[in-house]
């Protein structure tokens, strides 16, 4: 049989080949320092697993619901929301999706077809790239760099917009760099996508763990035209610990919401339903626990710049939320680097080139994974590491 050119042309998924890298390891697995992927470091609140047992063996769970999700939920999350930024998002704005992945290919599907171009800050996103050649869509790269912290700079996007670009997507905190966008930067990248009539797909999957004192992400939500821009997206695995439950969330106008029900309904049908049972009162009840979550991936963050202080030559080109970008001191390229760290040290980080960074230089580094006690730990596991 013949597949589909654009499947062929997408990247294979590369998690599951470095992690063939550290099952060469020789010591013992629970020495491994594992800083590959945004799997939440701890496990999910007690109230939560609670929830999620009882909603599962309710008629409720077994049954259909809402193409856009239970309204239960859609409310309760609007309400938080709007409380998060001051400002008053409708359920009829929001979507509840299989996991904020979904809800990317989602906002693409409804603004792109094969052949148009979408704006994506580099290094990006894995899966974003892979949704994008998947539909034969352009990932058309806005370059970010090391001097800026990597925030992506409005008038280098200028430049690239033409009549083919439908949209321009920011990921903040960003993944894989950890830079967090200043506020005045989203809005101007909104006053840019307005200006030009392309959308603005806002993914803040890590919002829930800015530094102390940030205050608001934007204000994009006080705008009364906000829908005729933006889109945005969250997930629930972080905050919530539940990954596997694959839930997210997408706010939009709601003429727009309308139309995207065609593609929820085709791709899903409905989320799955116990997860969002079990949200419904956790959103509010677990408000402190989160709090409590933002200050330790915080703390972490700090474990992680001090520890890398002490490691000779290497250099955190920026660090937020849950990722570092690390620079490394080997001429040689990151991914021989990174493959040799998870064989002969047991530490496993993932070079740029997964990232669609090919100076080489880079790693991102999930630091949110590991315990302060394992980060501390990587000054001694580095030392008199060679290539």
Excluded at 221 to 230: A, P, Q, S, V, Y
Excluded at 271 to 291: D, F, G, S
Excluded at 325 to 347: Q, S, T
Aim: charged share 20%; aromatic share 8%.
């Amino acid at each position: 049989m013949q597949l589909n050119p654009h499947l062929i042309d997408t990247g294979t998924p590369p998690i599951p080949e470095a992690q063939n890298w550290l099952a060469a390891w020789q010591g013992a697995a629970a020495d491994r320092i594992d800083l590959s992927q945004a799997v939440p470091g701890y496990p999910p609140h007690d109230t939560m697993l609670r929830a999620l047992a009882e909603a599962a063996g309710t008629r409720a769970a077994a049954s259909y619901g809402s193409i856009y999700g239970d309204a239960d939920l859609r409310e309760a999350y609007g309400a938080h929301l709007s409380q998060v930024y001051g400002a008053a998002v409708k359920p009829g704005e929001t979507m509840i999706t299989s996991g904020c992945n979904q809800a990317f290919i989602i906002a693409i599907m409804a603004l792109a077809k094969a052949g148009d171009a979408i704006i994506v800050p580099s290094p990006w996103y894995f899966n974003h790239d892979m949704a994008l050649t998947m539909l034969g869509i352009e990932t058309r790269a806005l370059p970010c760099s090391a001097e800026n912290g990597f925030v992506p700079q409005v008038a280098d996007a200028e430049k690239l917009v033409d009549e083919n670009v439908k949209a321009l997507v920011l990921v903040t905190p960003n993944n894989p760099t950890g830079a967090i966008y200043p506020p005045d930067v989203i809005e101007a990248f909104y006053e840019l996508c307005a200006h030009r009539n392309i959308a603005l797909i806002l993914d803040e999957t890590y919002r829930d763990f800015l530094p102390d004192n940030a205050g608001p992400a934007h204000t994009l939500f006080n705008r009364k035209d906000w829908g005729e821009t933006l889109i945005s997206l969250y997930s629930f695995s972080k905050s919530y610990c539940i990954p596997g439950h694959r839930i997210g969330a997408m706010i939009a106008s709601e003429s727009n919401a309308r139309e995207i029900g065609k593609i929820l309904d085709t791709l899903q049908i409905c989320p799955q339903r116990a997860a969002q049972i079990a949200l419904v009162p956790a959103i509010p009840a677990l408000a402190e626990w989160r709090e409590d979550n933002r200050r330790e991936i915080n703390a972490r963050a700090h474990a992680f710049r001090d520890a890398m202080a002490r490691c000779d030559g290497w250099s955190v080109a920026s660090v937020g939320a849950y990722f570092s970008y690390v620079r490394h001191p080997y001429a040689v390229d990151a991914r021989m680097v990174a493959e040799k760290l998870a064989r002969e040290r047991g530490i496993l980080v993932l070079p740029g080139l997964y990232f669609g960074d090919r100076t080489g230089q880079f790693m991102r580094v999930a630091f949110a994974n590991a315990d302060r006690a394992k980060l501390a730990a990587l000054p001694e596991r580095l030392s008199g590491f060679v290539l």
